[in-house]
T-cell receptor, first 116, second 109 residues
Framework: DTAVSQTPKYLVTQMGNDKSIKCEQN?????MYWYKQDSKKFLKIMFS???????INETVPNRFSPKSPDKAHLNLHINSLELGDSAVYFC???????????????FGEGSRLTVL | KNEVEQSPQNLTAQEGEFITINCSYS?????LHWLQQHPGGGIVSLFM???GKKKHGRLIATINIQEKHSSLHITASHPRDSAVYIC???????????FGQGTRLTINP
């Protein structure tokens, strides 16, 4: 039973389209994250939610909008896709207390977005 | 310059060799992570360190807070250790991870 699951795993779309990536965790964690891994394999945090509230919002274009309907889900919606949005997007979750003390951070498998 | 720098960027070794991957950082941190990204893309958290040394199986991680440096060692390396190893630091007060660029390790049989 997958702890952090993302869908879709692969997404190929045209420039200008709007797309969503979904993330669900069944670990009972309080905190969820979206990370972007670019073509050079650099990971960078985009957003973090704690109990459905936004706590980290990095310098990300407004075209990216996270939505957390409940603490087990954090979806990423992207409007007006651009070529530079092509990347692998990773969802992750942690128990807030555990992460800062024990480092327990669980990643999804990643969603590879290709914008043509 | 990135706040977290890893070396080497690529490392190829023969099975059985002792492997060392280095991580240097330039910011104050509350802790440092080592992550492993499998060839299929999945990421697994290996260690979190705030001081000293941790060992898990054939993996050993050390950190020197004064020198702002950490190392990940793999003893008796095996082809299944082939992966990208990523160092990440928790920026003090910021409560977020800042990642290094990763080290691609290939262990040949």
């Amino acid at each position: 039973d997958t702890a952090v699951s993302q869908t879709p795993k692969y997404l190929v779309t045209q420039m200008g389209n709007d797309k969503s990536i979904k993330c669900e965790q069944n670990l009972g964690h309080d905190t969820m994250y979206w990370y972007k891994q670019d073509s050079k394999k650099f990971l960078k945090i985009m957003f973090s939610y704690n109990n459905k509230e936004l706590i980290i919002n990095e310098t990300v274009p407004n075209r990216f909008s996270p939505k957390s309907p409940d603490k087990a889900h954090l979806n990423l919606h992207i409007n007006s896709l651009e070529l530079g949005d092509s990347a692998v997007y990773f969802c992750a979750s942690s128990s807030q207390g555990a992460f800062w003390n024990t480092g327990e951070l669980f990643f999804g498998e990643g969603s590879r977005l290709t914008v043509l | 310059k990135n706040e977290v720098e890893q070396s080497p960027q690529n490392l190829t070794a023969q099975e059985g060799e002792f492997i060392t991957i280095n991580c240097s950082y330039s910011v104050g941190i509350s802790a440092l992570h080592w992550l492993q990204q499998h060839p299929g893309g999945g990421i697994v958290s290996l260690f979190m360190l705030s001081s000293g040394k941790k060992k898990h199986g054939r993996l050993i991680a050390t950190i020197n807070i004064q020198e702002k440096h950490s190392s990940l060692h793999i003893t008796a390396s095996h082809p299944r250790d082939s992966a990208v190893y990523i160092c990440a630091v928790i920026n003090q007060g910021a409560q977020k991870l800042v990642f290094g660029q990763g080290t691609r390790l290939t262990i040949n049989p």
